[in-house]
């Protein structure tokens, strides 16, 4: 039996492999990348180290080969159980794995940015267009506007000028005022990420030879079969229009929560992030006794944060397996916590600096992209139905229905009920998330076998 099954290969996850490994316990590690590195460090064995933090997951991506544990790249989990079990799938093969213990390190998807329009051909998130460059060098070959705010839409006007990309202006969505909210969490954030603010500040210094709209409170895409303008208004009253064909949106980014929630885990609503959270222990497990969870899927804290963090959580379940004493656990723990408060003082300047957009979601806006349910559908079902809440609303409408199972829609249904019926986040929830977490065929169903 496998002592730790291990969903993520990106910072968190390599550095508990290394870990658990040296504490004596087996790991299998899986990915559905095709590399190891998660999304920060994607493709890094195959592409120029580019600065310190580069050259430090560089060094990680090796430490994690070299190690030679069981490494299932190109697989996909699409069911966690708290048994507990996980149902994976690698080349059209499907398999069950009942291991010790779990670990959580699915890292974080971006914030959906709803508006009318975002589902149009030419309208996509920087995260991917980011991925895009990462690993296959795509340069959009016409000029790119960027809408919405947050330290990954800089990076990547940053990367694609680097790499010979034309950016042509910023829809900033950052409100007024934050830049004094944020300096008051300054000296907290100086400490850890120092090299992180002055690259930051390099960044906001070269987006001033583009274009920016400042204060942007609302967006609609516009076009036939694909974007051809982008109308905006600003918290001044200013409305304009540009003409563009391509507008890469980011609102920053949330814990990917699927396989917490498919396992039974308790999460709950973080105010300043706008999003939900495993809750956790001292020691990143989760609500669920033999599942852990680390990284940026647990709580959004960048690569450092979750290396951190996939550490703490190998020193927990050495200490839930009996490997390791509560002395010796609490020990290892201590140094590991006090850089993760670093961390967390950091991300409070950064929350405070890009706090998530707060833009207003017309009614004729496609809320659910996969099943096509607009905003007014799901107003409207709430109007005949008081009682729905998320769930209902699926069943009601079919938002969330579809192959993202909610990734994109999640978070708007939760809102939209919250806008009519009032109520905390906590009390509303999130959609129950039902495997298959990622889409599967039927063929690959047929081949189940239980496994390991
Ligand atoms: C699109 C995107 C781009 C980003 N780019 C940057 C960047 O350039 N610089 C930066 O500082 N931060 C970036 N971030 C933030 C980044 O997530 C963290 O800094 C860091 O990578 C978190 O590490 P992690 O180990 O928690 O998760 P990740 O690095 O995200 O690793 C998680 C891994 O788990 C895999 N996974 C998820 N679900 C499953 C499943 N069901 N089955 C199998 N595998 C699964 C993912 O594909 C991924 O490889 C980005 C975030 C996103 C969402």
New binding site residues.
């Given amino acids: 039996m496998i002592d730790v099954a291990i ?9 508990a492999a290394l870990e658990l490994q040296k504490l004596g316990l087996s790991t299998t590690v ?4 095709p590399a ?7 493709n890094i064995e195959q592409r120029p180290a580019h600065g310190a ?1 580069d050259r430090s997951g560089a060094a990680l991506v090796r430490r994690f080969r070299q190690m030679g544990g069981d490494y299932r790249p190109a ?4 069911q ?1 159980e708290p048994g507990p079990r996980l149902f ?1 799938s690698s080349s059209g093969q499907a398999q069950m794995i009942e291991p010790r213990f779990i670990l959580m ?6 914030r959906p940015m709803p508006f009318p329009g975002w589902q149009l051909p030419g309208v996509m ?4 267009a ?2 895009l460059l ?1 690993t296959a060098r795509q340069i959009p070959d016409k000029p790119v506007w960027l809408a919405g705010s947050g ?2 839409l800089l ?2 006007m940053h ?1 694609l000028i680097a790499a010979g990309g034309m950016v042509e202006g910023i829809l900033d969505t950052s409100p007024s005022g934050r830049i004094i909210t944020a300096a008051r969490a300054l000296p907290g954030a100086i400490t850890y990420g120092w090299r ?1 603010l002055l690259r930051g500040l390099a960044w906001q210094w070269q987006s001033r030879s583009i274009k920016v709209v400042r204060g942007i409170t609302s967006l609609q895409a516009r076009g036939g079969d694909k974007l051809s303008h982008v109308t905006y208004s600003t918290d001044d009253g200013q409305i304009g229009e540009i003409a563009t064909e391509l507008l890469f949106i980011h609102d920053g ?1 949330v814990p ?1 929560l ?2 917490t929630i498919a396992a039974g885990c308790d999460h709950r609503w973080n105010e300043a992030e706008q999003c939900f959270e495993p809750i956790l222990d001292t020691f990143g497990r989760t609500s669920v006794e033999t599942i852990f969870a ?5 709580t ?8 951190l ?2 550490r703490l959580a190998a020193i927990g379940i050495a200490r839930a397996a009996g490997t390791m004493s509560s002395e010796q656990a609490e020990t290892a723990a201590k140094p590991v916590r006090r850089g993760l408060a670093k961390a967390a003082r950091f991300r409070h300047f950064v929350d405070a600096l890009y706090p998530p957009v707060k833009m207003a979601l017309p009614d004729e806006t496609i809320t659910c992209r996969c099943e096509e349910v607009t905003a007014r559908d799901i107003r409207a079902a709430l109007k005949n139905e008081a009682h729905l809440g998320p769930d209902g609303i699926k069943i009601a409408t079919r938002a969330g229905m579809g192959p993202c199972q909610g990734r994109q829609c999640g978070a708007s249904l939760t809102r939209l009920v919250r806008e009519a019926h009032g109520g905390a986040p906590d009390a509303i929830g999130f959609l129950r998330i039902r495997p298959p ?2 889409p599967l065929t039927l063929g690959e169903l047929a081949t189940l076998d239980s496994g390991i």
């Fill in positions: 969903v993520g290969a990106g910072p968190a996850g390599m550095t899986i990915d559905d990348q190891p590195g998660g999304r920060i460090f994607a933090e697989s996909e989990v699409w966690i994976l390190a699915t890292g974080a998807q971006e998130t920087v995260g991917a980011q991925i990462k330290p990954l990076l990547y990367q992180d980014v990917g699927h396989g680390a990284g940026d899927g647990a959004i804290g960048g690569a450092r944060a979750a290396t963090s996939g977490l990622k």
